[in-house]
């Protein structure tokens, strides 16, 4: 799979209602980026393959089946939240652009 950018993601655990069953490379949640104007999924790589749970950081490539689409309007550095359609469940930042 080709990955855009690589992301230091945290999973939230101050939230209403934390990601509890954990996730594991596969993971499609959708990205609200300040500059993009709209919701983008990103499919997530993790360093193993073992479930990870609120509260924790990890580093993360993204692979966006849209990214030509708004690939100039993301930037390094930049934040963002990580969702599930309007549920908050971790934050993301943009670590590097591949």
């Not at 990601?19 to 997530?44: Q, T």
């Not at 479930?51 to 930037?75: C, M, N, Q």
Request: aromatic letters at 10%; zero cysteines; proline letters at 4%.
């Amino acid at each position: 799979m080709l990955h855009h950018i690589v992301a230091t993601i945290r999973i939230a655990d101050d939230v209403d209602a934390p990601k509890k069953n954990g996730v594991r490379s596969g993971y499609s949640p959708h990205h609200k980026f300040e500059s993009v104007d709209h919701l983008v999924s990103g499919v997530h790589t993790y360093a193993n393959d073992h479930l990870h749970y609120p509260g924790e950081t990890l580093e993360t490539r993204i692979s966006y089946p849209s990214w030509e689409y708004f690939k100039d309007a993301v930037k390094v550095g930049d934040s963002f939240d990580v969702l599930e359609l309007d549920r908050l469940v971790g934050y993301g930042k943009v670590d590097r652009i591949l």
